[in-house]
């Protein structure tokens, strides 16, 4: 049974209101299920539960409104399923908009931050080293873990939810340190010295080997690109977390808690899952497209997870003249404010570049034409947006995806 | 049998299916129909519902706990889900399925993998799992026997 302390009791007892007593007998059971001791308080939370998937979605946070909830810790909110400063841009069936639009607002209601970003990490939310957080939405929990060094376990919706509205968290999994250290790792080999622009497409390689081959085993990864930046290791991550149950890895002299290998691995020899050199890492990206080099392309899709201002300042560049196919870029609200005081949303406007605001293009209907493929140098996207978008998909990096905007079709920078 | 767990309460019996890889639900399931849409995944098309779930381990993005309460809610999920490895996303659709509609979907961790496929194989799985100290999954025939 759980040990909980008096403040615990007190709470399931409803002195902190009748929600927090309900999202707690809840965390209580989610407690047991995964075999954690107890509770710990959490500093942050960042929920998923704002995108609709249907009646249970809103079922669960209506219930807390119902109920008079309110968080009690600073909480973000992922991405709905509506971009609110852009309504027009959704064109999927209007009940599903207006139930995605209700159950963001009842997310409002509750005390959430209207983030609405994958990428709550780039904001002013910014978790510190060392944290214990309760986060949500599969590439942000990786990206705290690795790149930030914050702590968190894969939750998931409600349970992020649960953990705001009572300001604890089980006490288990990565919010441990004997439980943070590397058990495999992989070798990248010989591409030390790869430009920016390759730097991202074997950090996805490496990222979708990594989901597959190590799952939720944390792996230590050594021989990244010199000039991996950390919208690479966001990259790296979200692609890991769509191939495989993965919540954290190290990339050896990146991440803050991976100076050297020793320190990853605790000091332990551990067992190589693999050996990477470039001509596995093309093979890994191709097996990703479903088509060739030279395929008519709709659109290109950028941002996902959502675009940093770095990203933008990359791709300022490649807008000019207007792109022959639509550009969809996601972002947060908080770039898109940016974008605004730079007057880049204008730029973009006129080089027919569409900034998707609140939501993603892969999981809502916003893409106005998907008869031919969809590139992009997304690994996430690229994983997910055939099943969930019914489409075809090229990857490459962002050079090529804008050489092919413009080109209509599959083509290399 | 040993290392058995119960992650979420419950009973159900039905036809096992084995998935030859994890899936994630989100975006990997359509809750609507219960069939598996990653087209990446080599049970395609297969349709999941009301059966006996063998997967090895979770998988993929965390809003599949929403996606299988969902399919919970419309009776479309799995009957009952026996994993190898815990599965936080996956307890979690199910617990909040409970709390939420009163519906079971039983979540059983079958710590030995061995164990695991030979019930995966069986005919019929009967799943029993009350009391977080002593789950059952037994198997009422063995396939090809």
């Known amino acids: ?413 | 049998m040993t290392g058995m767990r119960t992650q979420v309460a419950g009973s159900a019996s039905g036809e096992p299916l084995l998935l030859d890889e994890p899936l994630s639900f989100w975006g990997g399931f359509d809750s609507a129909t219960g069939a598996v849409i990653d087209r990446f995944h080599p049970q395609h098309g297969a349709c999941l519902s009301g059966r006996i779930l063998f997967m090895e381990r979770g998988r993929g993005s965390s809003s599949g706990a929403s996606v299988l309460a969902e399919a919970i809610r419309l009776g479309t999920a799995p009957a009952a889900i026996c994993l190898v490895h815990d599965d936080a996303i996956i307890a979690t659709g199910a617990l909040v399925a409970m709390m939420l509609y009163g519906k079971q979907c039983p979540v059983v961790v079958i710590g030995d993998r061995g164990d695991w496929l030979a019930l995966a194989g069986s005919a019929r799985v009967t799943v029993k799992a009350e009391s977080a100290a002593a789950p059952s999954v037994t198997a009422a025939a063995a396939a090809g026997i």
């Open chain 1, 1 to 413: 049974m759980l040990d909980l302390s008096d403040a615990d009791r007190s709470m399931l007892a409803g002195a902190d209101g009748a929600a927090a007593a309900d999202a707690l007998t809840l965390l209580i059971r989610f407690a047991e299920a995964v075999g954690a001791p107890g509770l710990i308080d959490c500093a942050s939370a960042h929920v998923d539960g704002c995108l609709y998937h249907g009646q249970a979605s809103l079922d669960f946070a209506e219930r807390f409104v119902a109920l008079g909830g309110r968080v009690r810790v600073p909480t973000t909110l992922n991405v709905g399923s509506v971009d609110l400063i852009h309504p027009e841009l959704f064109n999927g069936d209007p009940a599903l908009g207006s139930a995605g639009k209700r159950l963001m607002e009842a997310h409002g209601a509750l005390g959430c931050v209207p983030s609405f970003t994958c990428a709550p990490y780039q904001t002013l939310f910014r978790p510190q080293l060392g944290d214990q957080i309760a986060w949500a939405e599969s590439n942000a929990i990786v990206f705290a873990n690795s790149v930030i060094g914050a702590r968190t376990n894969r939750y998931g919706d409600f349970i992020d939810l649960a953990c705001a509205l009572t300001g604890r968290v089980p006490d288990y999994g990565l919010h441990r340190s004997e439980n943070r250290l590397a058990r495999t790792r992989v070798e990248i080999v010989g591409l030390e010295a790869a430009s920016a622009d390759e730097a991202g497409q074997i950090a996805v390689a490496a990222g979708l080997f990594v989901g597959r081959e190590c799952g939720a085993t944390i792996a230590a990864i050594t021989g990244l690109p010199r000039v991996t930046s950390e919208d690479d290791l966001k990259a790296l991550g979200a692609a890991a977390a769509s191939s495989g149950a993965v919540a954290m890895f190290h990339a050896v002299g990146l991440t803050p808690e991976a100076p050297d290998l020793m320190t990853a691995t605790g000091g332990v020899e551990v067992p190589l899952a693999g050996r990477l050199d470039a001509a596995d890492i093309a093979l890994i990206l191709s097996r990703l497209a479903t088509v060739h080099d030279g395929a008519a392309l709709s659109a290109v899709a950028l941002g996902t997870p959502h675009f940093s201002m770095r990203e933008f300042e990359r791709l300022m560049p490649m807008c000019g003249e207007r792109f022959t196919v639509d550009v969809y870029v996601n972002t947060g609200r908080h770039e898109w404010g940016q974008l605004q005081a730079r007057g880049w949303d204008r730029q973009l406007e006129r080089a027919g570049v569409t900034v998707v605001v609140d939501t993603c293009t892969y999981v809502t209907s916003i893409m106005r034409d998907l008869s031919g493929a969809v590139m992009t140098n997304s690994g996430k996207w690229a994983y997910y947006a055939p099943g969930n978008l019914g489409v075809d998909v090229g990857f490459g990096t962002l050079a090529d995806c804008m050489a092919s905007a413009r080109a209509g079709q599959v083509v290399r920078a």
